[in-house]
C-alpha cells in the first residue's frame, strides 16, 4: 500500500479543524499545485514533502529580498532578544516613519497597521475625515482588501458572506484609464464627492495588466484639486518592488502624487508591516483617526522594514537587476512558446510583476481557461510556481540561473499545451 503524502495527510486533517485557509488556498487551482509548505529559501520554497519550486508568488508578494534574507533576518533576531511585543512602540516605529519620510518624495508623515486591507480601508477614512464627504471612487474588480467595504457581486451573494449592502454604500465606479467615467463619477457624486483610490497600476484578478496613462493620473490629480478631494494610490502590491519613491514613479516621465499612499507586502520582506504615508495636506485628518490592534506596535516587523528598505536603497542594483531579470523571463518565454508552436500567449503588467494569459480564453470564465491552467500546472509539477490567474513577482534572489531553468520547464509546458 502507497504511503500517504504528508500534504495529503495535512489536508485531510485539515478539512476537521479548518474552515479557510484563506487567500492561500489552491482551490480552484489546476492539478500539480500542493497545499502545505515547510520552507523557503532565496527564490526557493520547499513543500511538506520536500519538494522544491522556483518561487514565482513570493507568498503573494510579501517576500521581495528573498526567503530568509540573512541581512533582514540577523536584525530581526537582535530584536528579539530585546523584546517585540512590548509596553508601548519601540524606536523602530519612529525611524521607519523618518525612513519613509526619505526615500517617498510626498510622504511627510506615516500610519502603521498590518495588512494592506487595513491601509486601504485606513486611507478611505482619512478622505472622509478630511473632506467631510462620503463617496469614493473606485474601479469595480480592482482589488484593494477583503474588508466590507470593498466586496462586490449581489447583495443575495454578499449577505451569505455576512455583508451589509449599506456597508459598500457611497463607493461610485470608474473604468481603469478612462477619463470620461472619472469624469461622469465625479459629477454624480457632486458636492459628496471625497476622493479615488486607484492602484499603482491594473492587477484585477484573473484579468491582462495594464499600466496606467501619465495623462489618466495627471487627470485624476487635477480633478481632486478642483474639488478639494483626496488621491490615494493603492501601492500595496507593488510596494518598494518596482520604485522606492512609489510605483508611479516607475512610469517614465510621471510626476503625478498622490496625498496618500497604502503600502504593504514588500515593504518588510515577508514581516507583517502595512502604512499609509502622505502629505501635511491631510496631516490633522490623519490624526483624527483611531484604528490599532494588540500586536500594530511590535518592534520585530519595524526593525524587519527598516532593514528591507535600507537595503535596496544602499544597492541601487537590486531594482535594475529584477528588471533585467523580468524582462529576460518576459522575451525567454515568448521565444520559448514561438519555438513550440503555441499561439495566443500574453504576458502583461511591470516585467517585475507578470501576468500570463492565452488570446482564445483571455474572456472565458476562468474555471474554463484550460490552456493556462495545463501551462502553470506543468510548470508547477516541475518545480516552477507561477499562477494561472494572479499577479506574479521577482525577487531579489532569483538569478540568471534560475530563469534558466524555469525557461527549460516553460518548453515542457508549451509543448503539453
Known sequence: MKNESKEENLKERSKKVLVSLTHLSIAGLPKGYTQFFDRGE??????????????FMASFGPILLGHQHEGVDSQVRKQMLKGNCLAGPSEKMVELAELLSRV??????AYFAKNGTDSTTIAVRMARAHTGKRVILRAPSSYHGSAEIWKEGSNRRLLREGVLPEQRAYLSPYV????????DAVEAAGDDFAGIICPSFKWDYGFD??????E???YLRRVCDENNAVLICDDVRSSMRLSLAGSWAYLEGCNVEPDLSCLCKGIAN?????????????????????ATGSFWCNAIPF???IHTIETLAQNPSIHENMKLLGEKLRSGLNKVAKGCGVEGFRQSGPVQMPYFSFDQERTKPISDRVLIQTFCSYCARLGVWF??????????????????STLSVAEVAFRAV
Open 104 to 109: 517617498i518624495p510626498y510622504a511627510e508623515w
Open 209 to 214: 495588466q495594464e499600466l496606467p496613462t501619465i
Open 216 to 218: 489618466f493620473l495627471t
Open 387 to 404: 499562477h494561472p490567474y494572479h499577479t506574479m513577482f521577482l525577487t531579489a534572489a532569483h538569478t540568471d540561473a534560475d530563469i534558466e
Open 176 to 183: 481603469f484609464n478612462d477619463v470620461k467615467s472619472v469624469s
Open 42 to 55: 532565496g527564490c526557493y520554497i520547499y513543500d511538506v514533502d520536500g519538494k522544491r519550486y522556483i518561487d
Open 303 to 305: 526593525t524587519a522594514a
Open 270 to 290: 515577508g514581516y507583517e508591516m502595512s502604512a499609509v504615508v502622505g502629505n501635511n495636506r491631510l496631516r490633522k485628518a490623519a490624526g483624527t483617526i483611531n
